[in-house]
């Protein structure tokens, strides 16, 4: 089992920053790829970033040029950078973990909220 903890949520004003974390312990092997989900009130869950393991990024259009996705293999963790937030960034932040291309495991959850 692959156990993934959050972290770095928070209250922020709009055009602020905010660094998200998640680090994977357990029995990890074989990650395909991390990646970072949200999902607002009221709204279905919805991909924001993703890395593979061969480094390839994907973003949704809504966060491009202001979020960036990164990892550090050798902490199996996975970061998103924040910047430029915006009231409809706010969201509960999921961290999503794919093993070996077959298993997928989720976090918890950090609250993320952007608001004066």
């Known amino acids: 089992q692959v156990q993934l903890v959050e972290s770095g949520g928070g209250l922020v004003q709009p055009g602020g920053s905010l660094r998200l974390s998640c680090a994977a312990s357990?029995?990890?092997?074989?990650?395909?790829?991390m990646g970072w989900y949200r999902q607002a009130p009221g709204k279905e869950r919805e991909l924001v970033a993703v890395?593979?393991?061969?480094?390839?990024?994907n973003y949704a259009d809504s966060v491009k040029g202001r979020f960036t996705i990164s990892t550090d293999n050798a902490k199996n963790t996975v970061y998103l950078q924040m910047n430029s937030l915006k009231p409809e960034d706010t969201a509960v932040y999921y961290c999503?973990?794919?093993?070996?291309?077959?298993?997928?495991?989720w976090g918890q959850g950090t609250q993320v909220t952007v608001s004066s």
């Open positions: 357990g029995t990890v092997f074989s990650i395909t790829a």
């Open positions: 890395q593979t393991s061969g480094g390839r990024t």
């Open positions: 999503n973990l794919i093993q070996a291309a077959s298993f997928s495991f």
